[in-house]
Each structure stands twice: as C-alpha cells, then as structure tokens.
C-alpha cells in the first residue's frame, strides 16, 4: 500500500479518483407493501419520504437510546431498498428484523453472497447501480452495487480500503465496532444526521430527545494528534492528572512520524488545540471535521 502524510492522504481522498471495495459491509434486501413504514418506525431517521435513487444514514437503537446498529439505506424503486451494515452483525440485522416484522408485509433477502459494495469518486459509473454516500463528509463519493464476478465492468483500478479507514480517523468519522456499538449513545459519536428530531416514534427516541433538548452528554469522541505510541483503550489524561477518557481508534502516519487518534472523553476537554496526555506524552486535540458536518445537519 502507498504511503502517504496526512496532508497527502487528504489530498488523494479528496482531489483524485478512486475505488475501494468495502469488504466489511454487507447487503439486505427488504421489499414488500409494508417496508418502508417497517423500516422507518425501528429506525431514528426519517424514511418515509425517501424517494427512488436516494440514500440516507439511519440508526437502529436500544431503549435505552444506544446503537445496535449503524445502517445506510438505498431506495432502489418504490418496491424495494437495500440495506448496508457491517458483515459482523448481518446475521443478528436479519433476525432483529425478523422478530419486530410481526404482521407487517416485509421480505427480507440477504444480499451477502450476491454483491460486492464498493466505494468511489470521480469515476465513471455508467450502468452500474450507484448512490450517493449517505455519511457526513462524504458527499462527493458514490456507493456501488455490482454482482460478484461482473467486476470487469469496472475500468479503474481498485486502491486498499486500508486508505479510507486511515482517513475517517484523521477526519472522526465513527465506525463499528470500535466507536459505533451498543455502549455507545449516537449523540457521544457525533452521530447528528443519522438522527431525526421531527419524526414519529422509534425505539430510544424518548432518550435521544431528552439528550438533546435538556441535557448534555457526559463524553464525546475526539480527534487528537501526537507523536507518541498510542495504544487502543489506552487512558487519557488532562494536565491534572485526572482520567477523562480512551482511546478507540489509531493511525500511524509514517510518513509524518504522526498518530491520529479517535477516542471519548469528558466533553468539557473536547476543545479544540486542547492539551491531553497519553501515558505521559503529550497529544493534542485536532479539529473533528465530522462533527462539525454532522451537526450541521441540524440547521437544515
């Protein structure tokens, strides 16, 4: 795999064109009379009015307001959509579906063995089934559905997802299973625009209202920068000494002799240029682009 600094990977991911495969996610089918309405009352986004060729991030949370699962959906046509989530939990999706589909007219197909699904920008996509990137930040990139062994109708070279998973951290962008899981709160992850606050009821909704209009999260993710060893859960701590967080992601950048890192900590040392330490080595808190997209969303 290239090697890039940050600066550089940034540039590639957001300058040139490219494709990935993303191995790790999966593919659901869910058609029937009764989908869409299934779907949008188990789900924290609004479905409803989601209309043919369109995409968005949704949520499927506990009642306790924390994920199980972190889902985009594709409206296909007005028969059928296709969900994407993480081949680690495509198994325990398909049966959470099937338990809450009770009377409602819903068929679920699991796609897994059928499709590839790739990323991509700036490359030509005639004939092939496309979307939009759902995900903050990712506006300018199209997801690809393509059936294994017709991957010859794709004419540019395929780059190491490795790439991507690299540049969501430099950038707080959340994933399963390290940010994105069920002792998580979406709101602690920046999770915004997976999130609706005008539509009807879903399961956890009471939970993320309540966080939402009246309160504060206790701890938010964080972008740090340092040219320490970080290591995953390892602590972080303010000039104080004091414990305010973890770690739950890296990446190092040999190339800058830098490593980013992903991880919660008490809201009120989620400052920008903020000084943390990491087994004693100095860190710093880095701008968290994702977030800042996400809550965006929230003006719209």
Known sequence: MREFSSAELMDFLEEENFIFELKSQSLIRLSGKDHIKFLNGISSNEVTNLSEGASIHNLILTNK????????????????????????????????????????????????????????????????????????????????????????????????????????????????????????IPIEANMWSAISFTKGCYIGQEIIARIRYRGQVKRTLACMKTKSNVQINQVIKNNKDEDIGHISSKVYLPKDNITFALGFLNHRENVDKNEVFLSNNKARIVKNKYQIKSIESLQI
């Open 65 to 184: 307001g924390k994920i199980l699962f972190d889902i985009c959906i594709f409206k296909i046509n007005g028969n059928s959509i296709y969900i994407q989530t993480n081949s680690n939990q495509i198994d325990s999706l398909i049966e959470y579906l099937t338990k809450y589909r009770m009377s409602f007219d819903v068929k679920i197909n699991n796609l897994s063995k059928d499709y590839k699904i790739l990323k991509a920008k700036g490359c030509d996509l005639d004939n092939l089934l496309s979307f939009n990137s759902p995900i903050s930040l990712e506006e300018n990139f199209k997801i690809i559905f393509i059936e294994r062994g017709h991957e010859k109708a794709l004419e540019e070279e395929i780059i190491d997802e490795e790439l991507y998973v690299q540049w969501k951290i430099i950038n707080g962008i959340p994933s399963y299973p390290y940010e994105i899981h069920s002792g998580v």
